[in-house]
């Protein structure tokens, strides 16, 4: 609907294989002041902490949450917009150990990691229209942050991603396919690094192996035998689905992370 392909529940079960099926709870809440007021990051995520343990529906949910709640802040517009007030309002992961200086404990629950991420689809500050909350491919990039995957890209003096897989990697540019609509699955990298799959190991070269479609969760792997830390991995994955927009984007352009 309105130009995304699916939700981020289904994106996590398509990418695990059906092994991570996630729950999002969400709380809206209003502060004391309006979003520009606010010239620090931590004083607004705090601010918003403060108001959401007191909500009678936080407080029923709470007991399954783990001892330090990961969490997300979807802020009310724009990427664009929310850099005009402060340069430091990018989409991003971080931790309140850094940008508060402690993990921040209220009510007895505690909180540090989290995604920073803008509400409203890029270029519309103003948008009202359920057509203009896109960000689907932004909010899956840094929440997987969240979740221990890092980026993979390199970036140029001027801030531009210039190494890494780029479109075919929701971790790189991939966020951004199908104007953030269309974020492609895991690779079996990623997939790999959450526990979610195994490589096989191709140790024989006058073997012959069969591919599979990545969404089977299978891929091999490949030592590199005059370096034990490095290794490739083969994977065979169609433009289909999430990962049906990612020819369309072959020149790096901004990714800040």
Known sequence: ENGVYGSLRDYYIESSGGKFKPTFDIYPVKLSQNFSNYNSESKFILSSI?????????????????????????????????????????????????????????????FNNYAFVSQKAENKPNATSTKDVAMLGAFIHEFSHVIGLVDLYSTDANGYATVGPLPYDVMALGLRNGNGGYPPTFSAFEREAMGWLKPTEIVKSDSIYELKNLSQMQAYAVSNPNNKNEYFIIEYRPAVGFDSRSEERRVGKECRS
């Open 50 to 110: 403060d108001v959401m343990v007191e909500r009678a529906d936080f407080k029923a949910r709470a007991s399954k949450y783990e001892k330090v709640i990961p969490f997300v802040i979807l802020h009310p517009t724009s990427k664009e917009q929310a850099s005009k007030i402060n340069s430091g309002f990018f989409n991003h992961m971080y931790s309140l150990q850094y940008s508060a200086g402690k993990i921040y404990s209220k009510n007895g629950y505690s």
